[in-house]
């Protein structure tokens, strides 16, 4: 007898049957097993909830905290001091169930690719793919597809400013990456006024006129860090002078007041001549001052890992001669530019600027008809790292730090400071540049 096989175009026919078949059954069949397994889940998780719940109307009296209990996938579920759950089955889910002290209960477990959770105030339970993560900022469990995150995004690049504020400001990084800090110290400008004195009203000038405009200059600084999501960066913004006294942070030294006085026939003349305030410097942190200490306190200062110091106050030169028989009195000021320092100097007061201080030439007569006084009045020095010396900018520095109490280690890369970087107020930025 001769036999007869299949020919290709029935064996095709056959194949391509055979795979609509399983393009329709095998998503029901996954489904099935998804559901099989959700449901096992959710049965085990209202088993341990009917557990908890149990325990708590045996112990009410006894329970005097929040009992946390720990499932490693392995065990029934135990707390730090080795308190139990009873039930039946092993729970192969791993993650943590809380009964609370008002009997309440909250869970979330993880089992493979699957979920299941419940807050302290839902009625019900949910269960599904993904996994459950406790979510800090609102206190809740919470499910997440396969690949979804609960940390939003970061874009590479993004910035935050910070402009002068008399307080510390906070940045709480909000993802795990590279962040670069810059900090500009603040500086000043404005227009010498001068002043006089003289019968007649004139005005004894030299190089430095009414009117001209003069700059001091805060600093630069910028370093790159590894941070961690959830850290704290202290921000402190210099302020610029203004020679109405200080109301902001990381100030430079003050400035001194010298008296001046005339001797003639005609004349006995006694005036007051002062320095100029300094500018403040602008700086990271990883402490915080307290309230009691303000901007000062010396933990949080020595914690600083970026600072652009702050510009010195102007130094002035005055000249003033009293007639001797005309009874005419000048007086005449005119000024230079602030000195720039940035090496770091152990000798500096840590964080502010020293004192101005002004000096006094002798007293020349000249010819029989008139005295003539000169002195000196040297600005104050700029807050910084360390503060200037009278007339200087203070100290920018990029450090390392590591936090005692944390453990955790601050490393700087790609540092650089400058000077001659800012007129105004300090400000700062903190950009994103890697993940």
């Known amino acids: 007898m001769e036999k007869k096989g299949f020919t290709l175009i029935e064996l095709l026919a056959v194949i391509v049957i055979l795979a609509v078949i399983a393009l329709i059954l095998v998503p029901t069949i996954l489904g099935i097993i998804s559901k099989v397994k959700k449901g096992?889940?959710?049965?085990?998780?209202?088993?341990?909830?009917?557990?908890?719940?149990?325990?708590?109307?045996?112990?009410?009296?006894?329970?005097?905290?929040?009992?946390?209990?720990?499932?490693?996938?392995?065990?029934?579920?135990?707390?730090?001091?080795?308190?139990?759950?009873?039930?039946?089955g092993?729970?192969?889910?791993?993650g943590e169930v809380t009964l609370y002290t008002n009997g309440k209960v909250s869970l979330c477990l993880n089992d493979d690719s699957y979920y299941v959770f419940k807050n302290i105030d839902d009625k019900t339970t949910s269960v599904?793919?993904?996994?459950?993560?406790?979510?800090?900022?609102?206190?809740?469990?919470?499910?997440?597809?396969?690949?979804?995150?609960?940390?939003?995004?970061?874009?590479?690049?993004?910035?935050?400013?910070y402009a002068y504020l008399r307080d510390a400001q906070e940045f709480i990084v909000p993802i795990d990456g590279t962040y670069k800090l810059e900090a500009w110290g603040a500086g000043a400008i404005g227009t010498y006024t001068g002043s006089y004195y003289a019968s007649d009203n004139r005005w004894?000038?030299?190089?430095f006129p009414i009117g001209t405009t003069y700059y001091s200059y805060g600093s630069y600084?910028?370093?790159?860090?590894?941070?961690?999501?959830?850290?704290?960066?202290?921000?402190?913004?210099g302020k610029s002078r203004d020679n109405t006294g200080w109301q902001g942070t990381n100030h430079g030294g003050n400035p001194v007041t010298?008296?001046?006085t005339w001797y003639g026939v005609n004349i006995t003349q006694t005036t007051n001549t002062s320095s100029y305030y300094s500018s403040g410097a602008t700086d990271f942190r990883i402490i915080k001052s307290t309230e009691a200490d303000g901007w000062s306190g010396t933990n949080s200062l020595?914690?600083?890992?970026?600072?652009?110091?702050?510009?010195?106050?102007?130094?002035?030169?005055?000249?003033c001669r009293a007639d001797w028989n005309a009874g005419q009195k000048t007086y005449t000021k005119y000024g230079y530019d602030v000195v720039a320092s940035t090496t770091e100097s152990s000798s500096g007061v840590l964080g502010q600027g020293k004192i101005g201080y002004a000096t006094m030439s002798s007293v020349t007569k000249n010819d029989g008809n008139y005295y003539s006084y000169g002195w000196y009045d040297y600005g104050a020095g700029g807050g910084g790292y360390y503060g200037g010396n009278a007339n200087s900018v203070g100290t920018s520095l990029v450090k390392n730090y590591t936090n005692i109490a944390t453990g955790i280690n601050y490393n700087l890369t790609d540092t650089?400071?400058?000077?001659?970087?800012?007129?105004?107020?300090?400000?700062?930025?903190?950009?994103?540049?890697?993940n």
């Open 40 to 88: 096992a889940l959710l049965t085990s998780a209202n088993g341990i909830i009917e557990s908890a719940t149990l325990y708590y109307a045996k112990q009410t009296s006894n329970i005097e905290n929040d009992l946390v209990f720990n499932f490693d996938g392995t065990n029934k579920g135990t707390t730090n001091d080795n308190v139990s759950l009873s039930y039946k």
């Open 90 to 94: 092993i729970v192969k889910a791993k």
């Open 128 to 161: 599904g793919v993904g996994t459950c993560v406790y979510n800090e900022e609102t206190g809740l469990y919470v499910g997440l597809a396969p690949g979804e995150s609960l940390i939003p995004p970061v874009a590479i690049g993004t910035q935050w400013d």
């Open 204 to 207: 004894n000038s030299t190089s």
């Open 221 to 237: 600084a910028k370093g790159n860090v590894y941070l961690k999501r959830g850290d704290i960066i202290y921000i402190y913004t």
């Open 258 to 260: 010298v008296s001046i």
């Open 302 to 319: 020595e914690s600083r890992i970026v600072t652009a110091g702050g510009a010195g106050g102007l130094t002035q030169n005055g000249h």
């Open 416 to 434: 650089s400071t400058s000077n001659n970087a800012n007129i105004s107020n300090g400000y700062a930025k903190i950009t994103y540049i890697e």
